[in-house]
């Protein structure tokens, strides 16, 4: 039984890791930032988290007035669909503080707090990659610098409290 659950994981991480290359590629080729879990990371969620999860990223810099094109992969581990999955992208301070509460509000409220997909959420089939693309307009009134964006996936219940699953952070420029 042991054998066949490390021989699970394996096949998992493996697929997942030909999917992130396949994504690192893409963004590559258009000139993207990008980040994704390390194969290690991967092996780590697999074996610990049961839950979709945030795999990799990829987004641009942009002048003031601009958009930051950001896009999201998000992973099914698990052995049967998962859905009402939302995820809001924001800037600011968030991935620097532990407690999702409190880390859902560290926002620069000069940006546009952006939540995707529609009614009814994402689902995601077992084994599966999906991916959410956001334009997060910057706004006119902002220093060029970096700023912190972030990206949380929770799964939705519908009349009681959500299931919090992942955040990431993504720095871009405004240029």
């Not at 910057?138 to 220093?143: K, L, R, S």
Request: hydrophobic share 40%; net charge neutral; charged share 25%.
């Amino acid at each position: 039984m042991e054998e066949k659950k490390i021989t699970d994981v394996n096949e998992k991480a493996k697929t997942l890791l030909t999917e992130i290359e396949k994504q690192r590629e893409e963004a590559k080729k258009k000139g993207l930032m990008f980040t994704a879990l390390s194969e290690d990371e991967i092996y780590r969620k697999l074996t610990k988290k049961k839950s979709p999860m945030i795999v990799w990223q990829g987004w641009n810099s942009a002048a003031p007035h601009g958009t930051i094109n950001y896009s999201v992969g998000i992973h099914n581990p698990d052995p049967d669909q998962k859905f009402w999955l939302f995820c809001p992208v924001f800037v600011g301070l968030a991935k620097i503080v532990t407690d999702v509460s409190d880390a859902a509000s560290a926002v620069d409220s000069r940006y546009a707090r952006l939540t995707m997909p529609d009614f009814d959420g994402l689902s995601i089939n077992s084994g599966a990659t999906s991916s959410l693309n956001f334009s997060l307009p910057i706004p006119t009134n902002v220093e060029r610098t970096n700023y912190l964006g972030n990206c949380f996936l929770f799964m939705s219940t519908w009349h009681d409290l959500g299931e919090y699953l992942d955040r990431s952070l993504f720095v871009f420029k405004v240029t």
